[in-house]
């Protein structure tokens, strides 16, 4: 399942298409999850790939989001689908697209559908659900909804321990079976932040609710 496709800009690979897929399979009787890549430089008439961008055994990594940095570095970001409750996990590519490192973990806790984008100030803001995982109902893993904000030099860190988050909470999901936690958001050209999310909450059914912010109001506590 592609997160999106994202076009690149720095002049080391520009208007190069680049998408990310999660690939589930099974080895030797057990899950194995892979997240792979495809590029097109030629605005999607031919494409290259797929190359590998995470795999671990033991670790159900899916749900890839994919951004450019100012240096022209690629940093994929990815959730862990095991129900443990554990960090997003990232990989980050050198070379605009083909070889990646890691996955290693980054602090987002319980970090399930990332949706990672550059702020107009630099910084780069996450939009994620939070589930923490253990043993209830599934209905309890799906109320929380929170934004990370976070910097270059971050997503760049080799380990979680370099790296450094901002958590901000979005919404809440009062509902009796809660689901929330599949959006996207965008940044006008005022600075406005919008978003866009999945949500029960009050209703009979889910539905999409939206909110506005901007970048101070989410900093600043």
Known sequence: MPDQ???????????CWVLAVQWEDQTDGEPDWRVKNWFSDDRGATWSGPHLVARKRGWLLCEPSLLELPGGELVCFLRENSDLGLDAFKCMSRNGRVTWEGPVTFPLPACRRPVAGMLQSGQVLITYRFSQGGRGCL?????????????????????????QTRIVRLDYDWGPVSDLGYFG??????????VVNYVVDDAPKAHFCGYASREETLSVG
């Open 5 to 15: 496709l994202i076009e690149l800009r720095h002049d080391a690979h520009p208007r």
């Open 185 to 194: 958001w965008v940044q006008c050209p005022d600075g406005q932040i919008h």
């Open 139 to 163: 209905r309890w893993w799906t109320q929380n909804f929170c934004a990370g904000l976070t910097d270059v030099r971050s997503c760049l860190a080799p380990d979680r321990q370099q790296a």
